[in-house]
T-cell receptor, first 111, second 114 residues
Framework: QKEVEQNSGPLSVPEGAIASLNCTYSDRGSQSFFWYRQYSGKSPELIMSIYSNGDKEDGRFTAQLNKASQYVSLLIRDSQPSDSATYLCAESIQGAQKLVFGQGTRLTINP | DTGVSQDPRHKITKRGQNVTFRCDPISEHNRLYWYRQTLGQGPEFLTYFQNEAQLEKSRLLSDRFSAERPKGSFSTLEIQRTEQGDSAMYLC????????????FGQGTRLTVV
């Protein structure tokens, strides 16, 4: 089993709708979670971090963490065509320090 | 620019040649990471440094790969005797040491082995 799993997509969402991206992880020692956005041919760009259970909002983005169920999600409200990208979920395990990434979910926002 | 900087951005090399990439982290970040990413996959961990000490290497890392961070500032990643399978994007990231902190990536070096 992969440490971090994401549905590779593609996920298509109409412009203005809410895009929901999900990620599950296997290590209960995971401490920190991150969402990165990656445009084609570019490097990952950090958009959200979350460390405790619950929701964390930043503009149109909301990250949700549920440690009991071992999942992390990212909601993008009022989706824009510029949100079309691959979204990478990453975890950092306590004591290990390295980030472990999922394979990414490709999101397409349709005008 | 105070972000992570990588050089070169693109490298095309013939199979069997050696290549070296450089990464300059954010200045106050003492952890530096190297990742490799191929098409359709997430970044794969290669190695990381805390200051000048290399603290972890991936078991997948061939002995043709070596990384250094001699003075705890910039880092280099060298690939010897390149193979076509080494073609990938090589990403560098840096992070503060203490606490729950975020890692930031450089622009990456796209390696093509022909």
């Amino acid at each position: 089993q992969k440490e971090v799993e994401q549905n590779s997509g593609p996920l298509s969402v109409p412009e203005g709708a809410i895009a929901s991206l999900n990620c599950t992880y296997s290590d209960r020692g995971s401490q920190s979670f991150f969402w990165y956005r990656q445009y084609s041919g570019k490097s990952p760009e950090l958009i959200m971090s979350i460390y405790s259970n619950g929701d964390k909002e930043d503009g149109r983005f909301t990250a949700q963490l549920n440690k009991a169920s071992q999942y992390v999600s990212l909601l993008i409200r009022d989706s824009q065509p510029s949100d079309s990208a691959t979204y990478l979920c990453a975890e950092s395990i306590q004591g290990a320090q390295k980030l472990v990434f999922g394979q990414g979910t490709r999101l397409t926002i349709n005008p | 620019d105070t972000g992570v900087s990588q050089d070169p951005r693109h490298k095309i090399t013939k199979r069997g040649q050696n290549v070296t990439f450089r990464c300059d982290p954010i200045s106050e970040h003492n952890r530096l990471y190297w990742y490799r990413q191929t098409l359709g996959q997430g970044p794969e961990f290669l190695t990381y440094f805390q200051n000048e000490a290399q603290l972890e290497k991936s078991r997948l890392l061939s002995d043709r790969f070596s990384a250094e961070r001699p003075k705890g500032s910039f880092s280099t990643l060298e690939i010897q005797r390149t193979e076509q399978g080494d073609s990938a994007m090589y990403l560098c990231a840096s992070r503060q040491y203490r606490g729950l902190t975020e890692a930031f990536f450089g622009q990456g070096t796209r390696l093509t082995v022909v």
